[in-house]
């Protein structure tokens, strides 16, 4: 079992939409949970961690951690187009001192 | 915010000849970094953690001898590919880890080095 999973995609959503992005973890002491979005041929850039139960907004973005089913999800109001791109949902393994990556997830926005 | 820079951008080599890759963070200082491979669509490789002053710690499978990792002061850490091979094109991303930062291993990443070993 991987130690991060997403499914990889592609994931199509319309212009306007909720796009819905989901990770799983099996490390349970695991703290902190972020997600990464990169386009192509970019590095990854940070748009939320979390690291409490529950839901935190930033804008038209929503994480959702729920630890005791092991899983954090992406939530994305209003999609747009300029969302189209890779998300990495990376974890924080208890004392691990360093990020564990998901396989990413492509998503794309249809005009 | 926190920035950090990677020099060169892109790189071609020949076969057989070594290359350094700089790691640099512009305006914090970085205790630990940290180096990444990732091929054409796939996701992130941790190759190595580069802590300042102290030797790597590279992950399971990664040659310590082939990427040689540098961390010499608390704003740079340098990745030497030593005698490239074709296999080992691919896009090398560094990040650090800003101490203050709002979450203990969030991390900030360069732009990434595009390495090209004919």
């Known amino acids: 079992q991987k130690e991060v999973e997403q499914n990889s995609g592609p994931l199509s959503v319309p212009e306007g939409a909720i796009a819905s992005l989901n990770c799983t973890y099996s490390?349970?002491?695991?703290?902190?949970f972020f997600w990464y979005r990169q386009y192509s041929g970019k590095s990854p850039e940070l748009i939320m961690f979390?690291?409490?139960?529950g839901d935190k907004e930033d804008g038209r973005f929503t994480a959702q951690l729920n630890k005791a089913s092991q899983y954090v999800s992406l939530l994305i109001r209003d999609s747009q187009p300029s969302d189209s791109a890779t998300y990495l949902c990376?974890?924080?393994?208890?004392?691990?001192?360093?990020?564990?990556f998901g396989q990413g997830t492509r998503l794309t926005i249809n005009p | 915010g926190a920035v950090v820079s990677q020099h060169p951008s892109w790189v071609i080599c020949k076969s057989g000849t070594s290359v350094k890759i700089e790691c640099r963070s512009l305006?914090?200082?970085?205790?630990?970094m940290f180096w990444y491979r990732q091929f054409p669509k796939q996701s992130l490789m941790l190759m190595a953690t580069?802590?300042?002053?102290?030797?790597?710690?590279?992950e399971q499978g990664v040659e310590k001898d082939k990427f040689l990792i540098n961390h010499a002061s608390l704003t740079l850490s340098t990745l030497t590919v030593t005698s490239a091979h074709p296999e080992d094109s691919s896009f090398y991303i560094c990040?650090?880890?800003?101490?203050?930062?709002?979450?203990?291993?969030?991390?900030?990443f360069g732009p990434g080095t595009r390495l090209t070993v004919l």
């Open positions: 990040s650090a880890r800003e101490p203050s930062g709002r979450a203990f291993n969030e991390q900030f």
């Open positions: 490390d349970r002491g695991s703290q902190s």
């Open positions: 979390i690291y409490s139960n």
């Open positions: 990376a974890v924080d393994p208890q004392g691990a001192q360093k990020l564990v």
């Open positions: 305006d914090f200082q970085a205790t630990t």
């Open positions: 580069s802590n300042e002053g102290s030797k790597a710690t590279y």
